[in-house]
């Protein structure tokens, strides 16, 4: 017994349980649950030791940032936070983000606001943050996923919501809304473009030194 709760205690565990879960409600061919299935502990466990990787370079590069330039501060990287708060409230990470988008549904299937958050690696992170704020605030266990997974699931519902008057300027329609935690600031955005704006201009036609062009990469 103690092997098996000790198994699906397991962070990586309880994703693939979620993946597995939302296979079989579709009825995929077994070879898609499968391969679905395992692709999704992979991944999460490649992220997560991606996310052990920057923290713990980032142990090293921050005491020489502040040796070399006499400052002190942090260096933010979502990534780190997840390795760290996997580490720690593993667990309680995995079961926010499965009853948070429980709570979306929820929340689409019973109010006016009709959105699912499908941004799958931002419900991730927001699920770490969560763990890693709760628990350093003083939740634990039980407290902890319920408060988190509510919070999660409603700036999953309203986040796409504030955007979307902007987003259907752009579209035309709303077929299809963002999921992005960070829809206040575009939704703040487009409210100012609205003033001090022109619709006739596009940031695509600024004519950019070819030395800059580098600032139109989005991987960079």
């Known amino acids: 017994m103690n092997f098996i709760y000790s198994f699906f205690n397991q962070p990586a565990i309880i994703i693939g349980l979620i993946a597995f879960i939302g296979l079989v409600a579709l009825k ?8 679905g299935t395992g692709k999704t502990v992979i991944g999460f466990l490649i992220l997560s030791s991606g996310g052990d990787i920057i923290s713990g370079a ?4 921050g ?9 002190q501060g942090v260096i933010p990287a979502n990534e780190a936070v997840i390795g760290i708060a996997e580490n720690l409230l593993g667990t309680e990470m995995s079961l ?3 009853f948070g988008f429980i709570v979306n549904i929820l929340i689409a299937r019973l109010t006016n606001i009709k959105y699912i958050f499908l941004s799958g690696h931002h419900i991730l992170f927001m699920s770490a943050l969560l763990a890693a704020v709760l628990g350093t605030a003083g939740f634990s266990g039980v407290e902890l996923v319920a408060v988190g997974a509510f919070l999660l699931g409603s700036f999953m519902a309203i986040s796409p919501a504030i955007v979307q008057p902007f987003y259907r300027n752009v579209t035309g329609n709303d077929n299809i809304a963002m999921g992005h935690f960070n829809a206040a600031n575009y939704a703040l955005s487009g409210w100012i473009s609205k003033l001090v704006g022109n619709k006739e201009k596009s940031t ?7 030395g800059l062009g580098f600032f139109r990469d989005n991987t960079t």
Do not use: G, H, Y
């Open 96 to 98: 926010i983000m499965a």
């Open 204 to 210: 695509e036609d600024l004519k950019i030194p070819e």
């Open 28 to 35: 995929k061919p077994v070879t898609k649950i499968i391969t």
């Open 63 to 71: 005491p020489a940032f502040e040796d070399a330039f006499n400052v």
């Open 58 to 61: 980032l142990e090293t590069l």
